[in-house]
T-cell receptor
């Protein structure tokens, strides 16, 4: 398994501001995924962030809104830009280990007022 | 749209009973499947996985069954305990293609003592 930490664990933000979420993994992983989980819903993939390449985004998500950085094999950030109340969700990073298994961080609970 | 779905959004059982949670998937190219448990306020927790070259895999009190013919996945929990109360998600991926996990809608399991 992997130990995954996210910062912040939760935040309340004002409309129009941006928040950067950090994800730290205790081992080196090539593939990292970011998901969003809206209240009472399942997980939706935002983007794939592999070290050494540009992040690839799923339909409905764009780089200007959700820029991602992947500076090394143990760290990644997701920024939620120009936030609106519709962005209120849990944001989760998920590294894929060499065993193919994906684990999840504890999530960042974002509330936008 | 969703490529993975669950048959029942909620399941209520008595402590000590066996629980069966079902999942249907639509992508015949999927070769790896994972069941996750998500408790309130936490990120998804890995329970058990299965690859497409298997039809059954057992863990501690849990068994996953895979029927590729009808694209059906199930999670069996033996001697269900109150601590098993959570939302359960199945997820699928094509590891050969390096795609991310796609999640089903989730089943809420409630265990009464």
């Amino acid at each position: 398994s992997a130990v995954i930490s996210q910062k912040p664990s939760r935040d309340i933000c004002q409309r129009g501001t941006s928040l950067t979420i950090q994800c730290q993994v205790d081992s080196q992983v090539t593939m990292m995924f970011w998901y969003r989980q809206q209240p009472g819903q399942s997980l939706t993939l935002i983007a794939t962030a592999n070290q050494g390449s540009e992040a690839t985004y799923e339909s409905g998500f764009v780089i200007d809104k959700f820029p991602i950085s992947r500076p090394n094999l143990t760290f990644s950030t997701l920024t939620v830009s120009n936030m609106s109340p519709e962005d209120s969700s849990i944001y989760l990073c998920s590294p894929r280990l060499d065993t193919d298994t994906q684990y999840f961080g504890p999530g960042t609970r974002l509330t936008v007022l | 749209g969703e490529s993975v779905g669950l048959h029942l959004p909620t399941l209520s059982v008595q402590e000590g009973d066996n629980s069966i949670i079902n999942c249907a998937y639509s992508n015949s190219a999927s070769d790896y499947f994972i069941w996750y448990k998500q408790e309130s306020g936490k990120g998804p927790q890995f329970i058990i996985d299965i690859r497409s070259n298997m039809d059954k895999r057992q863990g501690q009190r849990v068994t996953v069954l895979l029927n590729k013919t009808v694209k059906h996945l199930s999670l069996q929990i033996a001697a269900t305990q109150p601590g098993d109360s959570a939302v359960y998600f199945c997820a699928e991926t094509n590891n050969q293609a390096g795609t991310a996990l796609i999640f089903g809608k989730g089943t809420t399991l409630s265990v009464s003592s």
